[in-house]
């Protein structure tokens, strides 16, 4: 059966506050990195799966995205696909 690798990055929404994201760029400042004016946090998943098509794949992995991988009330995602050598 074919393998593909799927990358899942999920990102909170833009109009969802990031203090995580706020501190780290505050912190960049106090290590004088002074240019950084904007920096979001978020997360990227990565999955080895076994399906019969791509079709398939993507199918299983948008499931896993909506209900498990991201809040979709805060989160958005995004997913690339592709199958191994």
Do not use: H, Y
């Not at 946090?41 to 791509?54: D, F, N, P, Q, S």
């Not at 995602?77 to 199958?83: K, S």
């Amino acid at each position: 059966m074919p393998r593909f690798v799927a990358r899942v990055q999920v990102q909170l929404r833009p109009s969802v506050l990031d203090p995580a994201g706020e501190a780290t760029r505050a912190a960049a400042q106090r290590l004088g990195v002074a240019g950084v004016k904007q920096l979001r946090i978020g997360k990227m998943v990565e999955m080895e799966l076994e399906a019969a098509t791509i079709e398939a794949a993507r199918s299983e992995v948008e499931l896993l995205s909506d209900r498990l991988l991201a809040n979709p009330v805060t989160e958005n995602w995004t997913l690339a696909l592709e199958q191994c050598e």
